[in-house]
Structure formats: C-alpha cells, structure tokens
C-alpha cells in the first residue's frame, strides 16, 4: 500500500488517466510485484487535469491490484514542457551504467528472500551472468540527427513475461497477479462446484451461517474473504477513502463489504473449488498444446472447462452422473463453436476403476488430477467412491486407478496430482504425499518436481487457535503440487513446446486478449 509519508499525497485513481502518446513500454507485471511487495515509496507526477506524465506503469500496476487510490504530486507545466519531462523521465532512467561487482553483491545479498528477489525485477541468472540482466548504456552517435533519436534498448523478457508465473517451487495464490487472472477465469462463468452436495469440507455450521448470513456480514466472519473475493481490496480502498480513515478487516467486512454471488473459494454450501490458473498453469507448462488430458478424478467442471479453453482435449471420469452431466452443461454454455470444432472435452460417468481399461483415446499427453483426500470429503455413498473407504480399501483403490491412467499415458509425457496431507482419527498424518509417490513410481513413472500451493487461509483463522492449543496441529493453508514423468523428461519438456503465457479469448472482458 502507500508509503505513510505519503499518504497526504494520495488521490483517487479514478480520477487519473495515462499521458496519450506515451512512447514507454514498460513491465507493469515487474512493477505489481514491486508494489505488492514494497508499496508505494514514491509518487507519480500528474497535471492538473489528471495526465500522469511520470509513472504511467504504477498507475496501471495499481489499478490492477485494485487500489482505489494512489500517491501523486501535481505540476502546472504546458503540454510542451509536460511532454518533454515524460519524454526525460523515461530516458534518463535508460542512461546510467552498473559496476557489476556491487550488483553481484546485493542480489546475493536480496536472492536468500525468494520473494523480495523477484519484487526487484532481476531474472535470477548464473553469477557469471550477471551482466546480462542489464542492457548496456546507450553510446552517443556521431551523426547528431540520429543522436536526437529516442534509442530503443530491448528489454528481456520476466520469467512471469515467458511463464506466466515465475516457475519456482513455491506458487502463491494470493498474490495480486494471481488474483487478477483467477478473476478472469472465473469471468468465463465457471461454477465448479454445481453437482456437488453441500458440504463436503465438512465446514461448520457457524462458519457458513456467518459467512452468507447476507451481503453484510456479522463481526466474527471469516478472516480469509479477501481471497474469497476478487475485488474484496478494492472495496476496502474505496471505503476507505469514502470514510477518510483506515478501516479493520472486521470494521471493513461488518459495515461495507459486498459480497458478489459466486465469488467465494468455497461454494455457499462449503464444498471446495479447485483453482483455474493452478490448472492453467500446469496445462501451459506440462502438456502440449493440442494433446489431450486424462482426469480419474474429475469432480467439478474446472479441470474440463479450462482445458478446452486453452486448446485441450479432455477426458474426466467422475462416478455421480448428476455431476457429469452439470460438467457437460457447463461446456456447451461456455465453449465457443470455433473452440468446440478444436477439441473434444468429455466427461464420462462412473467407476474409474471400470472405465479406464475402456478409454479408447490411443493415446494420452498429460494425466492431470485433484484426488479425494482420503475421507477429508465424502463426496456420495456410493460403495465405489474411495472418499468414504477405509484407508487401507482407500489406498488399494487409489493405486490401481493411478496405474491404470499411467498405462494410457504416452512415453514421454507429464502426470500431475494435486494433494494434501489429511490425518486419521488419531490426529496423525497419513501420508498421502508419499503414497502417492509409491503409487506413480510403481506405476513406471519417475518423480520429477514438487511445488507448494500457498492457498487463502479460508476458515482456518476461526479454527487455528483451538486446534493448535489442543493437539498443537498447525493450520495447513498448501497444497502439494507433484509432478511425474514417463519416460524422459527432456524429451517430454520439449514435446510441450513453448509455453502460452496469454488468456484465451473466451476467459477474456469482451474478447480483449490479456498479456501475462
């Protein structure tokens, strides 16, 4: 947020708007990092009339991240002058040079923090590279007509530039790029969680009465809406400003907040959704584009729905056909006819154990799935639905699907699954992780990375206090993100191609295509 120094200085954003012309291209992504981490620390200029002449990027960084206001000193300059000190805001930036040994040093120094490294901007690189990260000065022509010339330095491109996030071993789910396109997806008209029963995180009773008591909530709400809610920051800013103070959360979500139908994490019956861009993610970067997913635990419609829009084909077992059939119903309402003729997307009902060994796809490109976590939620009583084995029946079941998948999977080709560990009724952890490790090794794969899902705390800030006082059980807020391969996995990354790092038109507002 704004610096508190500078908070007199801070002016509606709406009352803002970019200098016409402005020649600069700048990384308004490496600047949302930066002010996601920092804050701002020093203001943009602006005339009068609301012209932003230096500090275009922040302005568009913060209206991404939905602040309502932003810092800004105002100039009485002509249009002239207020174009010629644009034009030197941008270029004098460009014209200073780096002693490389000091820059080694403080990246060293910054890159222990993974998180404050990426805030600076800098692509991590080889030591010995470091000079790369920087373009070299601009050198004075001795033609004085192309001297005078705006001299374009090219400008490598973020990892988030190539991967639509920094591919490290942690993702983090609430951060404000990955909320905004989480927004855009769900844009898209996605409901996940249509054809599932109620509950089925088993939240309490108190907790889902007083999250959805109304558009107004009670005092003792759910502590985690701002990653239920996309614009959630947005309204906080803007009542803010309205009230001329800062606001608490609980003041803020009591007496302001809106809460949009359909925008929560949980469905309003409690049942988890699973993320979007978490399975853009892992479709751009361990799939290729045209090839087709196998999905043995399709659940919801998320999974389907993605993958055809982002030129997939899809098959989901799930074993409730009321769930299959509201997956179908979603598709044919979101699909375009044009994405429709590209891919096949389908859902297949019942036993994954009995419709696997019938799939007649020759051959499969990634298996990618978020399995039951054990009875964490018991999704039927259907006597084939693992979610209400014992664990013992669970695991053997768990395992042949795993392998029967893997045997449709072509060689050298990614699987994914999605877990978490779950405990048993003793308190303790299962092992869900390493079973399912076991489950794809044994299956002839090999287990090749492993990233953290940093997910919204949910409810967990109503139930940590006494969870941790009672059996001292921390409150997990991750999900396990493992990937395997079969076969080789050089030649399955380059089976992938390179990666897509843009929304596809139909998860786009009014067809408009968002760069990553």
Not at 339 to 366: K, N
Request: glycine share 8%; proline share 6%.
């Amino acid at each position: 947020m704004i610096a508190d120094d500078l908070k007199p200085l801070a002016r509606p954003i709406s009352s803002l708007h970019s200098l016409d012309g402005n020649p600069r291209r700048g990384d308004v992504r490496a600047v949302m990092r930066s002010y996601e981490q920092f804050g701002q620390r020093k203001p943009i200029v602006a005339l009068r009339d609301g012209t932003v002449i230096a500090g275009n990027h922040q302005l568009e960084a913060a209206r991404l991240l939905g602040w309502a206001e932003i810092a800004v000193v105002y100039v009485e300059d002509d249009d002239r002058t207020a174009k010629a000190y644009a034009l030197a805001d941008n270029r004098t930036g460009q014209l200073g040079s780096y002693d490389y040994d000091a820059l080694r040093d403080l990246l060293q120094e910054v890159s222990i923090d993974p998180a404050l490294y990426e805030a600076t901007g800098y692509q991590p690189v080889a030591i010995g590279d470091i000079s790369s990260l920087v373009p070299p000065a601009p050198q004075p022509s001795s033609d004085p007509i192309v001297e005078t010339r705006e001299i374009a330095v090219e400008q490598k491109p973020t990892l988030a530039d190539r991967f639509i996030f920094p591919p490290f071993s942690v993702l983090d789910a609430r951060s404000g790029p990955w909320r905004e396109r989480k927004r855009r997806w769900l844009m898209t008209g996605i409901q996940s969680e249509q054809g599932r029963a109620d509950n089925l995180a088993g939240v309490s009773e108190f907790v889902l009465d007083t999250f959805y008591a109304g558009k107004k909530p009670q005092p003792l709400t759910i502590p985690s809406l701002s990653g239920r809610i996309p614009t959630y920051y947005e309204q906080k800013n803007q009542a803010e400003a309205q009230t001329g103070r800062k606001l608490s959360n609980e003041e803020f979500e009591r007496d302001h907040l809106v809460i949009p139908e359909g925008a929560a994490t949980l469905s309003r019956g409690g049942t988890s959704i699973f993320d979007p861009v978490l399975c853009e993610l892992v479709y751009r970067w361990f799939s290729p584009l045209g090839g087709t997913v196998l999905d043995p635990f399709a659940g919801g419609s998320v999974r389907g729905v993605v993958a055809g829009l982002t030129g997939r084909s899809y098959v989901g077992i799930d074993l409730r056909p009321e769930q299959v059939e509201s997956n179908r119903q979603q598709w044919q309402a979101i699909r375009s006819a044009e994405r429709a003729e590209q891919v096949s997307v389908e859902w297949l009902a019942g036993d994954s154990r009995e419709i696997l060994p019938t799939v007649a796809h020759p051959s499969i490109d990634l298996v990618f799935s978020c399995p039951p976590y054990a009875d964490l939620e018991v999704y039927s009583e259907h006597p084939a639905d693992i979610s209400n084995m014992e664990w013992e029946d669970f695991l053997e079941a768990y395992r042949e699907i795993i392998r029967a998948s893997v045997a449709h999977l072509a060689y050298d080709r990614f699987a994914c699954f999605v877990v978490g560990e779950v405990r048993d009724r003793k308190g303790n952890y299962r092992n869900l992780i390493g079973e399912t490790v076991r489950a794809f090794t044994d299956a002839g794969c090999h287990y090749y990375n492993e990233a953290i899902l940093v997910t919204p705390a949910g409810s967990l800030p109503v139930r940590a206090g006494r969870m941790f006082s009672s059996g001292r059980k921390v409150g997990k807020t991750h999900q396990n993100v493992l990937v395997f391969v079969k076969g080789d996995g050089k030649r399955a990354s380059q089976a992938c191609g390179e990666v897509e790092v843009f929304l596809p038109e139909e998860a786009t507002a009014e067809g408009d295509d968002l760069q990553a």
